[in-house]
């Protein structure tokens, strides 16, 4: 699982409390994930993952489809053993 390194939120619990009450109370402003990114990159990349592993299974022959499908089905087992 990848880790998750665009969180703005605090991981401890306590803190995550407080950060959500004060949103709540309008003490502080609420989390907004996207502040900060052009809005117009968010929707060209967004555009682009959507089509991509469609596009590139299309081009793919049955053989290599095959061979992704079985090297991600390892890479998930291995993963799985690890824990």
């Not at 990159?41 to 299309?58: I, Q």
């Amino acid at each position: 699982m990848m880790p998750d390194r665009s969180r703005k939120r605090p991981r401890d619990v306590n803190a995550l409390a407080k950060q959500l009450v004060d949103e709540a109370t309008g003490a502080q402003a609420k989390y907004d994930p996207d502040e900060g990114k052009d809005p117009a990159a968010v929707a060209l990349g967004r555009k682009g993952g959507l089509k991509g592993g469609k596009a590139r299974a299309a081009k793919m022959t049955a053989e290599e489809r095959s061979a992704a499908a079985r090297k991600a089905s390892q890479a998930r087992w291995a993963a799985d053993r690890q824990r």
